[in-house]
């Protein structure tokens, strides 16, 4: 039955700043090392955002509800950290060089080192909602404190979080598979500015054309999804950005993988609340998580 599932996820829209910057849950009974994050689906705005825009686009950049979706990873012995601010406030999916100098009041005090997702207006800090037609987040500059302090209160802790779970977990294991966790708009290949006859997957997994994981454990993961009657593309179109480049290194057993949802399968784009697959595709996730843990359990024989 359907009947208690909530409409949508809560959101607050005006949060006194700081606020402790992520949730982490433990494994439950025997821990495996497998570390799983969802650095978007935070929906607690600072209220020191200072934006001006429409509060709506400002959650078109959420991955509303990623974390809920994938509730179950702890019950087959995962650690789940989870973002509890937003990305469109700062991206912890970004390094923090990847910053866009003509946000700022002033000069950074280091150099910075813009990728495409600058280019694109949505890097550390992001310029517009994420799509070209969209209008600019500030309607003012911001100070070079201002943006440190949210690195020092938000993004800094959920990295070091993040690093001290990975490196716990293959330090007593000796290795580590790491699921980065996010969803996608169903306009992803337009927003991308990207020409594509296929339509977009269900899933996109991302290990940046091989680098960032084992091809098997990428493989063994599209499998999952797929015999659930899920599409799955790889890399395409996205290939995992800051958090799997930084911590996926197969040579060493370090295995890092993003897994895009299509929000297409749970949410109403439009109003974010939960659609009416939110529940299949949550048991589906559930089944999934347990096949993870046991390729992993295997790993370690
Ligand atoms: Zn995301």
């Known amino acids: 039955m359907t009947a208690s599932r909530p409409l949508a996820v809560p959101v607050h829209a005006s949060v006194p700043t700081p606020f402790p910057p992520y949730t982490l849950r433990l494994p439950e009974g025997e821990a495996l090392p497998l570390i799983c994050d969802s650095p978007h689906s935070g929906t607690m705005y600072p209220d020191d955002f200072g934006y001006a825009v ?12 990623v974390h809920v979706l994938w509730q179950a990873l702890p019950s087959v012995g995962a650690t789940l950290l989870a973002a509890e601010f937003p990305r469109a406030y700062i991206d912890p999916n970004r390094d923090v060089d990847d910053l866009d100098a003509d946000l700022l009041d002033g000069p950074w005090p280091t ?3 813009p990728s495409e997702k600058t280019r694109l207006g949505i890097g550390l800090i992001w310029r517009d909602a994420g799509k070209n037609s969209m209008p600019p987040i500030y309607a003012r500059k911001l100070s070079v404190a201002e943006v440190q302090s949210r690195i020092a209160t938000y993004h800094a802790p959920y990295h070091a979080a993040m690093r001290e779970q990975i490196e716990a977990a293959h330090a007593r294991f000796g290795a580590v598979w790491h699921l980065n966790l996010h969803s996608m708009p169903a306009d992803s290949y337009e927003g991308l500015g990207i020409q594509s006859d296929p339509p977009l997957a269900d899933f996109v997994l991302g290990d ?18 797929k015999k659930r009657g899920f599409s799955v593309a790889i890399n395409d179109p996205f290939k995992g950005v800051a958090l799997i480049a930084r911590l996926g290194r197969p040579a060493e057993r370090r295995h890092s993988l993003q897994i895009e949802i ?3 399968l ?19 996730l559930t089944q999934v998580a347990r096949e993870i843990a ?3 359990k295997d790993q370690l024989k």
Do not use: I
């Open 262 to 264: 299509h929000r297409g």
């Open 208 to 225: 940046r054309d091989g680098t960032t994981a084992a091809p098997e454990f990428t493989a063994m993961v599209a499998e999952a999804l």
């Open 294 to 296: 046991s390729y992993v």
């Open 54 to 65: 429409p509060f709506e686009l400002l959650r078109g950049g959420e991955d509303t509800d």
């Open 111 to 113: 150099p910075l080192q």
């Open 266 to 284: 749970y949410m109403d784009e439009a109003t974010r609340a939960r659609g009416a697959g939110f529940d299949a595709l949550q048991d589906a």
